[in-house]
């Protein structure tokens, strides 16, 4: 069973593609499109033209997307959102969508906490998304037979008391639970568990900790103990994985071969201040990995500046755990290298970095023999 990752170049900022195998459909976690990648004289990589032409298919007319997760509304996690996505009810698709190379998101994930909480600075893109999650969410209140179409479809991540979510909980997920659901659909070798975000506050208070947090599983067989397991966490920071280390009691769940890592590599994952010895939780975290694992920074080039995010010294700390050659940034080493995406591919029980010519191996199924099965489900 091949699945496949893949994390666009975009600067600091976050977009990554996953393909799912066996269900054959895609999920994009944040999005962050650059205006000047659509200008044919720069070189910038155009995200929106490798969607278009070798990754999506076309369905209602426009190029379709199975599902789009908001980590939570920072402008670098939604920027274009509004422009290159078609928001609204998709009867209502026009030919001027369809000239435009709109995007059709059939089942949108968010969650609602962030917005309920950070109301002020909101992007035009988060606004727009916001504007969409509820039109969304009306249609499943309302029992409107149009709520499980295609373009309608919605799911919420994280446990909150708003009133506007009454009636929704067949919708909703929270932390400490597994969701192998995607766009209505079962998925046998694809599964999600949510870490983040929490029901309460923590102390720091800011929106980073409302990102969500979640430990993706990619299976060749549901009764193997073979699984390849991705962390996708958005800006979430020391104390939220403070948080996670101290709750969850299944160590399956905090496994990881592959982890983009958290707020463009910013040193916030390790402490408060870049000058602060990382925090005992997060450096636990990391040697929860599992044998040759990666890591990415979905960031500009790393330098030894002043610079956070990124921050050399944070990536100091990454390679000390996978070694250099598992490091990659997404915008390389030097700002002299075309951009590219960087692709994994996961086939059989194995993932492996994929480049045109070869792609490399790095955890055999051998090698983690010693895995435990996972159980659906199940709580902290």
Not at 88 to 110: C, F, M, Q, T, V
């Amino acid at each position: 069973m091949n699945h496949k990752i893949t994390f666009y170049p975009v600067g600091n900022g976050d977009c990554c593609l996953v393909s799912i195998g066996g269900a054959n459909m895609k999920m994009m976690f944040d999005c962050n499109f650059r205006q000047k990648a659509e200008n044919e004289n720069n070189d910038t990589f155009d995200v929106l033209d490798d969607l278009i032409n070798n990754q999506l298919k076309v369905r209602c007319g426009l190029h379709y997307m199975d599902a789009f997760l908001l980590t939570h509304p920072d402008e670098d996690h939604c920027r274009g959102f509004a422009e290159k996505f078609y928001l609204g009810d998709p009867d209502s698709i026009s030919d001027d969508d369809k000239d435009a190379n709109k995007i059709l998101i059939s089942e949108l994930w968010y969650s609602p906490r962030v917005f309920e909480e950070y109301t002020t600075d909101l992007s035009d893109d988060a606004k727009a998304f916001k504007k969409e999650a509820k039109r969304r969410m009306e249609l499943f209140k309302s029992g409107s037979k149009k709520a499980n179409n295609e373009g309608n479809r919605i799911r919420i991540i994280g446990w909150t008391d708003a009133e506007e979510l009454k009636g929704l909980e067949e919708r909703i997920t929270v932390p400490g639970h597994i969701v192998n659901e995607v766009n209505g659909h079962e998925c046998k070798h694809f599964e999600m568990f949510i870490h983040a975000p929490f029901k309460e506050s923590i102390k720091n208070g800011s929106r980073n900790e409302s990102s969500i947090v979640s430990q993706l599983r990619f299976m060749f067989d549901k009764n193997s103990n073979d699984i390849v397991r991705v962390f996708l966490a958005g800006d979430a920071e020391w104390y939220v994985w403070e948080n996670i280390m101290a709750i969850t009691k299944n160590n399956d769940f905090l496994k990881w071969d592959l982890l983009e890592a958290p707020h463009h590599c910013s040193y916030t994952f390790f402490a408060e201040k870049r000058e602060n010895e990382p925090n005992k939780a997060s450096i636990d975290f990391l040697n929860k990995k599992e044998t040759s694992a990666f890591v990415v920074a979905s960031s500009k080039v790393i330098k030894k500046n002043d610079d956070n995010p990124p921050c050399q010294k944070a990536k100091n700390h990454y390679v000390e755990e996978v070694g250099n050659g598992n490091f990659f940034c997404t915008s390389g080493t030097s700002e002299d290298e075309v951009d590219k995406p960087l692709v994994f591919d996961i086939e059989d029980g194995e993932l492996g970095l994929h480049d045109d010519k070869q792609k490399t191996k790095s955890r055999q199924s051998s090698q983690i023999k010693d895995s435990k099965p996972h159980f659906y489900g199940q709580n902290f």
